[in-house]
């Protein structure tokens, strides 16, 4: 039988439609905030960076998603991607606390950046699957760092988990939450046309080795069928 807590969200998910599954551990997001999380001067250059190599961006278009993507940033953006490796570091320890992410041997920091502008959104999934379509048991962490104009000339675009919280695009704020939850970015209404004006941020995971039995567990963490 069915916990309460499941029937629950089983509920609410019938009222308001989500994912097609629900998951079986995460009654509460796990996610770490920080505000400023990159000096002013530093975060200035990235985002000049990003915005001179706009040419680079490739659009991701289907039934789940519609954004822009420039993928794998240490492939020619060593330096750029070398100062969101350092951020991460440094808010690593307190964000798996917060994110209850046992202890693990850091492997890597993946990094790509991407732009949601206008009708930009990215439906309800989780990021245990990788590029190559297949599932990651190293993926310890996701990030998102946002990295847009001042003031900000879009609206919407958050960050929702399956709670019901909500995180929104802040300039210079980096999250980091647990990989297997379900979450979404939710559609972004821009006033402008111009690509600066859209929600930029580098996002990635911070690779390490799993725990035992990990990757066997996976399934089950990220939830089952709804049924009925």
Wanted: proline share 6%; hydrophobic share 40%.
């Amino acid at each position: 039988m069915d916990n309460p807590s499941e029937e629950a969200t089983r509920r609410t998910l019938k009222a308001d439609p989500k994912p097609p599954l629900v998951p079986s551990r995460f009654h509460r997001s796990l996610v770490h905030i920080v505000d400023e999380a990159m000096e002013k001067p530093a975060a200035a250059e990235m985002g000049g960076w990003l915005h001179d190599n706009r040419d680079r961006l490739q659009l991701i278009h289907n039934e789940q998603a519609c954004r822009w993507e420039i993928g794998f940033l240490d492939a020619f953006a060593g330096d750029q991607a070398a100062q969101v490796r350092a951020m991460v570091i440094a808010n690593l320890e307190a964000a798996q606390g917060a994110c209850e992410v046992p202890a693990f041997d850091l492997t890597h920091i993946e990094t790509h950046a991407t732009c949601y502008h206008h009708g930009g959104r990215f439906d309800w999934h989780d990021d245990t699957v990788d590029y190559a379509g297949e599932t990651s048991a190293t993926r310890r962490l996701s990030f998102c760092f946002y990295l847009h104009s001042t003031p900000k000339m879009f609206e919407g675009g958050e960050l929702e988990f399956m709670d019901g919280r909500t995180v929104e695009a802040v300039h210079r704020r980096l999250v980091l939450f647990h990989p297997v939850q379900q979450h979404r970015v939710r559609r972004v209404e821009c006033r402008s046309a111009a690509a600066i004006h859209g929600r930029w941020a580098i996002t990635g995971w911070i690779h390490g080795e799993p725990p035992e039995g990990w990757l066997e567990r996976l399934p089950s963490l990220r939830g089952r069928p709804i049924s009925g």
